[in-house]
């Protein structure tokens, strides 16, 4: 049974910084494209970052380039969202996925997503 384990999220307030975890389960995933998603109450699910399984490359939706930062290490299986600068708006559920393929025009889409975590509450207070 693969499964993806999401921690970090918690309620801070804005300007703060958290550090989400994404630890898989029941396979190595560092073949494994990462991403992680959010999706805020009454809204659609929404893009943050990828990071490729080989060279590392990072893609970010526009609105967290250079406040969150997407990193993995295959040697502990452990992905990470470091998310700085937090602002009421950041404040959604957020969601660690992993895909066997994606290419840089379709690592924004869910749907090249192949396993997805439970997600972590993250609630950002003015």
């Known amino acids: 049974h693969v499964q993806l384990v999401e921690s970090g999220g918690g309620l801070v307030q804005a300007g703060d910084s958290l550090r989400l975890s994404c630890a898989p389960s029941g396979r190595t995933f560092s073949s494994y494209h990462m991403g992680w998603f959010r999706q805020a109450p009454g809204k659609v699910l929404e893009f943050v970052a990828a990071i490729t399984s080989s060279c590392g490359n990072t893609y970010y939706e526009d609105s967290v380039k250079r406040r969150f930062t997407i990193s993995r290490s295959n040697a502990t299986n452990t992905v990470y969202l470091q998310m700085n600068s937090l602002k009421p708006e950041d404040t959604a559920v957020y969601y660690c996925?992993?895909?066997?393929?994606?290419?840089?025009?379709?690592?924004?889409?869910?749907?090249?997503?192949?396993?997805w975590g439970q997600g972590t509450q993250v609630t950002v207070s003015s």
């Open positions: 996925t992993a895909a066997r393929f994606f290419t840089i025009a379709t690592s924004r889409r869910s749907d090249r997503y192949d396993y």
